[in-house]
């Protein structure tokens, strides 16, 4: 059974930073990316970020590129989303998933068609 375990999230005033954490296994990361997801209320899930430990794939959606950076600790089977200059339309209920490849069609794909996610980790942004 796939499991990924997401932590992390917070209260944080606009401008902030947080780190989420995505825990997995190695043998997910030898295999696939990890994506990051978010779901804020009353809106539909959405891709935010993606990348892949094996070959470096990155991807990111465009609201978050230039504030927020991936990464992914082979030692501790971790992935990372590090989050800067947050916004309010930054919160929202953050998932991490396994994926193939990594790039925006995948996410977009996965964000709506997957039925199985996470607990998640909550981001709020607000002053």
């Known amino acids: 059974q796939v499991q990924l375990v997401e932590s992390g999230g917070g209260l944080v005033q606009p401008g902030g930073s947080l780190r989420l954490s995505c825990t997995t296994s190695?043998?997910?990361?030898?295999?696939?990316?990890i994506g990051w997801f978010r779901q804020a209320p009353g809106k539909e899930r959405e891709g935010v970020s993606c990348?892949?430990?094996?070959?470096?794939?990155?991807y990111y959606q465009d609201s978050v590129a230039g504030r927020f950076t991936i990464s992914g600790d082979n030692a501790k089977n971790m992935v990372y989303l590090h989050m800067n200059e947050l916004k309010h339309d930054d919160t929202g209920v953050y998932y991490c998933?396994?994926?193939?490849?990594?790039?925006?069609?995948?996410?977009?794909?996965?964000?709506?068609?997957?039925?199985?996610w996470g607990k998640g980790t909550l981001v709020t942004v607000s002053s």
């Open positions: 190695r043998e997910i990361l030898n295999y696939y990316a």
């Open positions: 998933a396994a994926l193939l490849p990594c790039n925006g069609e995948t996410m977009t794909r996965l964000a709506y068609g997957m039925d199985k």
């Open positions: 990348f892949n430990v094996n070959d470096g794939e990155i």
